[in-house]
C-alpha cells in the first residue's frame, strides 16, 4: 500500500518561499505508474492542483501558480519537494502531496496524505 506524508513549516511570511517535502513509502517514485502531484485547498474553497513530477522527472504547473513554483525530487529518499516562491495571504492552504494515474485540474487521485496546513502571515 502507497503511504504519502507531508513535512515542512506550517508558518511561512509573506514574500518568502514555501517549501514542502513529501515522503513515499510502498511505491518507487520513478517506477510505479503513477504523476506525484501537490494540490491545496485554501480555506472555505476547493481543491487547487498546483502541479506535478512524473516517473521520468517532467513536471507541470498550473497556470496560474507556474511562475511561481517548482517541484523536485531526491530519487535516493524517495521524495519529491514543493517550492512555491513569493508567497501571500492567498496561497494559505492545506497542502497535499498525491498520487495518481493522471495530473491537472479534473485529475483524481489513488493516494493522498494527510495533508499539512500552511499559513502565510506576518
Known amino acids: 500500500q502507497v503511504q504519502l506524508q507531508e513535512s515542512g513549516p506550517g508558518l511561512v511570511k509573506p514574500a518568502q518561499t514555501l517549501s514542502l517535502t513529501c515522503t513515499v513509502s510502498?511505491?518507487?517514485?520513478?517506477?510505479?505508474?503513477?504523476?506525484w502531484s501537490w494540490i491545496r485547498q485554501p480555506p472555505g474553497k476547493g481543491l487547487e492542483w498546483v502541479g506535478t513530477i512524473a516517473r521520468n522527472g517532467g513536471s507541470a504547473y498550473s497556470p496560474s501558480l507556474r511562475s511561481r513554483t517548482s517541484i523536485s525530487r531526491d530519487t535516493s529518499k524517495n521524495q519529491f519537494t514543493l517550492q512555491l516562491n513569493s508567497v501571500t495571504p492567498e496561497d494559505t492552504a492545506i497542502y497535499y502531496c498525491?498520487?495518481?494515474?493522471?495530473?491537472?485540474?479534473?485529475?483524481?487521485?489513488?493516494?493522498r496524505g494527510q495533508g499539512t496546513q500552511v499559513t502565510v502571515s506576518s
Open positions: 498525491a498520487g495518481g494515474r493522471g495530473f491537472g485540474a479534473a485529475a483524481t487521485y489513488d493516494f
Open positions: 510502498g511505491g518507487s517514485i520513478t517506477t510505479s505508474v503513477y504523476y
